[in-house]
Every structure is written in structure tokens, then in C-alpha cells.
């Protein structure tokens, strides 16, 4: 099976900027401390835009995201940060070995 590699690109609205921003920090400790098949998975802040934040994350194959993205702490940051995101995008990508 392949890596899955997905690059989640969100931009916070400004009034909600440090709410959220504390819901992917602790996003990011609870995947470390409870998500198998996690092979890397880090939160970067844009340099060139404001409020705007990228994780990036390579997973063992797509039913560890899968799992991933069915735990109860997944949900509950999506529970937490419905309506206070201007945008959200996220690119799931495989790697071609060349």
C-alpha cells in the first residue's frame, strides 16, 4: 500500500484566530499521542498570509487516515472550529516513485 501524504491548507477569520488556533495545536498533540500509522504530521504557519495555517501529514496507507478521520478527536476539532474558518482546502495526495 501507498503513503498518503495531504496537505490541509486553513485560514482562521480573524475574531476566531486564537480559538482555533489552539483546537490544531491540540489536534496535532492528540494524533501524535493516539493515531497509529502516522508517519509524519506537523502544523506550519504561512509566512505570507495572515491566519492562515498548513498541516502537513504523511499517513501508512489510506485506512490509517481513514481511522484518522473517524476518532473522536478528529471530530470533535471539526465540531469546534465549524463556521470561524474563511477557508479550508485539502489536497490528499500519492507519491510517485520515479
Do not use: R
Not at 470533535?76 to 495526495?93: A, H
Amino acid at each position: 500500500m501507498k503513503n498518503i501524504i495531504v496537505v490541509a491548507n486553513i485560514k482562521i477569520k480573524p475574531e476566531f484566530k486564537e480559538e482555533v488556533y489552539n483546537e490544531l495545536v491540540k489536534l496535532h498533540k492528540n494524533t501524535h499521542q493516539y493515531d497509529l500509522g502516522c508517519i509524519y504530521y506537523e502544523l506550519h504557519k504561512s509566512l505570507n498570509e495572515e491566519n492562515s495555517y498548513t498541516f502537513i501529514e504523511t499517513w501508512e496507507n489510506q485506512e490509517f487516515l481513514t481511522q484518522h478521520e473517524g476518532k473522536s478527536h478528529f471530530e470533535e476539532f471539526l465540531t469546534n472550529i465549524e463556521n470561524k474558518l474563511e477557508s479550508v482546502e485539502i489536497n490528499k495526495l500519492e507519491k510517485i516513485l520515479i
